[in-house]
């Protein structure tokens, strides 16, 4: 196999699973539903292509993990998914620029991931990307 899509089998399926369990993720997995419904994947009993299937069942197992070994996990995966990307591409050779577009590239440039948190007045301001914030007044005042 060209060592090409070897490297863009292994990069997309790091950024695929990246995205699972994040609020990315339905954008994600949109994304590659079209991609793979555009060259052809086989389909499921369901009539989802075979490949959005697993992917569906290793984002819920990711869920279902802890965010402490939610990485561990993610790389597990990742092992996982590289020569499933790389078979699809073995198939689909034509998809490979999409498929890089979709992982690594949002029109020409580098995604990258920015969050502004302004606070105006005398509250706090408070702000959290890709995880989940609790906040609450756990003091006890008798006055």
Do not use: C, K
């Not at 079209?34 to 389909?43: I, N």
């Amino acid at each position: 196999m060209d060592p090409a899509l070897l490297e863009l089998a292994s990069i997309s399926s790091t950024a695929i699973l990246a995205a699972a369990a994040t609020d990315a993720w339905q954008t994600m997995r949109s994304g590659v539903a079209g991609l793979l419904r555009r060259h052809g994947e086989g389909r499921d009993g369901n009539g989802e292509p075979a490949l959005l299937a697993w992917l569906d069942e290793d984002a819920a197992a990711l869920e279902a993990v802890t965010e402490d070994g939610r990485q561990a996990a993610r790389d597990e995966l990742a092992d996982v998914w590289q020569p499933r990307l790389a078979g699809w591409l073995a198939e689909h050779p034509q998809a490979a620029a999409e498929l890089e577009a979709l992982t690594t590239r949002r029109g020409g440039e580098t995604r990258s991931n920015v969050m502004h948190v302004n606070g105006h007045g005398t509250g706090p301001t408070y702000g959290v990307m890709f995880g989940t914030m609790n906040i609450g007044n756990d003091r006890n005042d008798a006055s």
